[in-house]
Nanobody, 116 residues
């Protein structure tokens, strides 16, 4: 069983940056893609950014040009560099790994709060 652990969340002011990390541990399972999602109170969970093991990326419209997803395949880790943060970026951020056979692993989430 794969366990994902996120880190790097916190409280920042508008315009500042944060870098989220997510690493997998436990019995290895093939990884096809990694992604970050977020969920704000009262909202549905939404895709922030995704990356395949071949390096193809996809971003949500609201974060394009500000966020960047990257991976370290040797460490089974994915990162999210968040720049020019806005109050509307406030949410719990979750990482997700997709495995063969449409199986998924989710982290428990890390809180990001952007406020002056």
């Amino acid at each position: 069983q794969v366990r994902l652990e996120e880190s790097g969340g916190g409280l920042v002011q508008p315009g500042e940056s944060l870098r989220l990390s997510c690493a997998a541990s436990g019995n290895g399972a093939g990884i096809i893609a990694m992604a970050w999602y977020r969920q704000a109170p009262g909202n549905e969970r939404e895709l922030v950014a995704a990356i395949t093991t071949s390096g193809l990326t996809n971003y949500g419209d609201s974060v394009k040009g500000r966020f960047r997803i990257s991976q370290n395949k040797l460490r089974n880790a994915v990162y999210l560099q968040m720049n020019s943060l806005k109050p509307e970026d406030t949410a719990v951020y979750y990482c997700k790994f997709r495995h063969p056979g449409d199986r998924e692993s989710w982290g428990q989430g890390t809180q990001v709060t952007v406020s002056s």
